[in-house]
């Protein structure tokens, strides 16, 4: 008899490691799938796809190897596999288990003497913590559906990698006396997962486990949205962050006065305990050099797990749009602005239309330190104008540096994001208003569509991104405009 799989009564790889990091996620993952915090979008949708080229180009390093061509919740997969392991072939890709009500689909199970290598595939570029728990699940599955697992191994990015080689691509890591710490303790947990999902929606705690190791979905369902909650305290560990929530402390404005604070935290507190803006005397002084010919640049990137571009590494960002306003504090201002042409190689391009645009200007001004990274990488790239970009970087401003150092408001909500930012300090100024895309990992994503996959979109569909991408853009730097003029208004009224 063919084992099922019933939703409510199953575990998978994704659901025991979700489980593991919280048994409520787990619950809502299972019961609630179409819940609007698991929605796929354009950053999510991205990954996944760089995800299945990586799996696909690890497959290529398994001569004789067979897929099991069949989808995920079709239960021909297990006789299938069966059949493969049987006549002997040398790997199996996406090979499929079932036990203990636990499905497992392993990347390659790689036939070796005596055994076999469960080998999970990943499009990150180390053996993190977190994949070793995904081999461990999977090599349980396996052992119990009968099978002598001899070695596990993470398969990743190789992070000293340079397109196009002549290094490989991938990193083949043991981690089997790894896997072999986890493995007493997973029938446990099975067993402890499963009565969850027989049951009710759990109570769990709110805690650093919410962030580790990646950020719950479903955050937002249990966490305080108090803006003056002390998780949101900017800086400071999560685990301290619990240690003072736990022990009763719920709130910025009821810290113990005797606790260590730095300083943008101390401001924070204070912006609290006065319900306002906090402004420090120095930011006067902080402004001194955001004067004459001033530009407002920013940057936006493509970062993609196998490497598209000559020189570029696994998951580098590499610069290939631009926004660039020009003009004395109160204006008038120019705009330019640069976007990449569908398969095309555009560092060059962008770097000289760069130099160019940002020849004339005083000081530069940019919001954190990313575009001074991409100005570097420029200078490696493109040799030819490493100099006219190092006196470029040599004119660069972070305005996020002021605000770090003299301004916070309690509507901060302990970020410091431009974004979160804007609408306090430049009312009726908020992104969400202003345009379609929500982030720069969005961004990110729609640009890759846009300069990799140009050929599977319709004229209209390459248009709208297009519009999308530039608007996004550009508000970024409209948005340090308006903050730098509202910062020397304040200023004023010191």
Not at 175 to 181: A, G, L, M, Q
Not at 194 to 205: E, F, R, T
Not at 394 to 422: E, M, N, T, W
Not at 427 to 446: F, L
Request: with cysteine; hydrophobic share 40%.
């Amino acid at each position: 008899m063919t084992p099922s799989r019933d939703r409510s009564t199953s575990l998978s790889k994704s659901r025991f490691v979700a489980g593991c990091q919280c048994h409520k996620l787990l619950w809502l993952r299972t019961y609630e799938p179409d819940a609007p915090e698991l929605a796929v979008g354009p950053s999510l949708q991205d990954i996944f796809d760089q995800g299945n080229q990586v799996g696909r180009l690890a497959r290529e390093r398994f001569p004789g190897g067979v897929l099991v061509e069949l989808e995920y919740d079709n239960p021909q997969r297990l006789p299938v596999t069966r059949e493969l392991v049987a006549t002997g072939v040398p790997a199996v890709f996406e090979a499929t288990f079932v036990a203990d009500h636990t499905y497992a689909a392993v990347d390659v199970l790689l036939r070796e003497q005596g055994g076999f290598t469960v080998i999970e595939v990943k499009s990150g570029t180390n053996a993190d913590d977190k994949y070793v728990l995904d081999a461990a699940i999977q090599t349980h599955v396996v052992q119990r559906a009968g099978l002598e697992v001899g070695r596990v191994e993470i398969m990743h990015l190789n992070k000293e990698y340079v397109h196009p080689g002549p290094a490989d691509l991938f990193v083949r890591e043991d981690v089997t006396d790894r896997v072999r710490e986890l493995l007493p303790g997973i029938p446990d947990e099975i067993r402890r997962q499963l009565a969850i999902l027989a049951g009710k929606a759990p109570d769990v705690p709110i805690g650093p486990h919410c962030r580790k190791p990646a950020d719950c979905a479903f955050m937002s369902r249990c966490w305080p949205q108090d803006p003056d909650s002390v998780l949101r305290l900017h800086g400071l560990r999560f685990d301290k962050r619990f240690e003072l929530f736990d022990a009763g402390t719920k709130s910025i404005k009821n810290l113990p006065a005797a606790y260590k604070l730095n300083a943008v935290q101390q401001r924070q507190r204070r912006s609290w305990a006065t319900a306002g803006l906090v402004l420090e005397p120095s930011v006067a002084e902080e402004l001194a050099p955001y004067r004459g010919r001033l530009g407002f640049l920013d940057f936006e990137s493509v970062g993609r797990a196998v490497p598209v571009w000559s020189g570029a590494r696994p998951w580098e960002q590499i610069a290939v749009q631009f926004s660039y306003h020009e003009g004395p504090v109160g204006g008038p201002y120019t705009h330019q602005e640069f976007l990449a042409e569908p398969d095309t190689d555009p560092r060059e391009a962008i770097a000289r239309r760069l130099v160019e645009v940002t020849r004339d200007a005083d000081r530069v001004l940019m919001y954190t330190d990313f575009e001074k990274k991409q100005i570097r990488s420029m200078q490696r790239f493109v040799p030819a104008l490493a100099e006219e970009l190092g006196r470029l970087e040599g004119k660069l401003l972070d305005l996020a540096q002021v605000i770090r150092h003299c301004v916070y408001h309690p509507q901060f909500a302990g970020s410091l994001s431009i974004k979160d930012v804007l609408p306090v300090l430049v009312p009726g100024m908020a992104y969400k208003d202003a345009v379609r895309i929500s982030d720069g990992s969005e961004a990110s994503a729609k640009l890759a569509r846009l300069l990799f996959y140009a050929g599977d979109l319709a004229a209209e569909q390459r248009r709208v991104l297009k519009d999308e991408l530039l608007e996004y853009c550009k508000l970024d730097t409209q948005a340090m405009v308006k903050l730098l003029e509202r910062l020397k208004e304040l200023v004023g009224g010191l």
